[in-house]
T-cell receptor
Framework: GAVVSQHPSWVICKSGTSVKIECRSLDFQATTMFWYRQFPKQSLMLMAT?????????EQGVEKDKFLINHASLTLSTLTVTSAHPEDSSFYIC???????????FGPGTRLTVT | AQKVTQAQTEISVVEKEDVTLDCVYE???????LFWYKQPPSGELVFLIRRNSFDEQNEISGRYSWNFQKSTSSFNFTITASQVVDSAVYFC???????????FGPGTSLSVIP
């Protein structure tokens, strides 16, 4: 089956710094990737949709300048949390989809803690 | 607008009991897709099932079964003879098209007690 990886699996950073999370499709080309955020004991909330080679589409209420998404290749999308604050601490999950399939494959998630 | 409701926040059952997780959805689209995902304590989502709006047949997969009723906009999930390994958060989800974003319900936390 299709595999999506995320790196790192967990990260701790200091308030005010930036942190980058990678999402890779290991055995397929992902034309579309989705980024979700999940706070403790809550559901997954879609942050943005990114298509390879074009700008990401952000959901209402998500700050584009704070959560930078780059989908520069068919196997890699990155989410950069800029000037992180403790309230950005969350579980970030990506999913990837090929152009020919409706199946979304989810990554294992990255747990971000901002101190 | 699309919305998924899972009224049961937490459920606790004793091992070997059957349990049904409720899911009610809202959409104005005539074509849509419904999903169930399992999220164990590790956090990684596990895909369980996808069903399109034209297929109202109930589905059974081992101890899992799903009941899709368009008349009541429900897509309920039943685990038969529950096991401790079934303990997880279960999410019902909805997608407008096969290529669109997935809208997740709030989730139901299931605890199976030995």
């Amino acid at each position: 089956g299709a595999v999506v990886s995320q790196h790192p699996s967990w990260v701790i950073c200091k308030s005010g710094t930036s942190v980058k999370i990678e999402c890779r499709s290991l055995d397929f080309q992902a034309t579309t990737m989705f980024w979700y955020r999940q706070f403790p004991k809550q559901s997954l909330m879609l942050m943005a949709t990114s298509n390879e080679g074009s700008k990401a589409t952000y959901e209402q209420g998500v700050e584009k300048d704070k959560f930078l998404i780059n989908h520069a290749s068919l196997t890699l999308s990155t989410l950069t949390v800029t000037s992180a604050h403790p309230e950005d601490s969350s579980f970030y999950i990506c999913s990837a989809r090929t152009g020919s399939s409706y199946e979304q494959y989810f990554g294992p998630g990255t747990r971000l803690t901002v101190t | 607008a699309q919305k998924v409701t899972q009224a049961q926040t937490e459920i606790s059952v004793v091992e070997k009991e059957d349990v049904t997780l409720d899911c009610v959805y809202e959409t104005r689209d005539t074509t849509y897709y419904l999903f169930w995902y399992k999220q164990p304590p590790s956090g990684e989502l596990v895909f369980l099932i996808r069903r399109n709006s034209f297929d109202e047949q109930n589905e059974i997969s081992g101890r899992y079964s799903w009941n899709f009723q368009k008349s009541t906009s429900s897509f309920n999930f039943t685990i038969t003879a529950s096991q401790v390994v079934d303990s997880a958060v279960y999410f019902c989800a909805l997608s407008k098209t096969s290529y669109d974003k997935v809208i997740f319900g709030p989730g139901t936390s299931l605890s199976v007690i030995p």
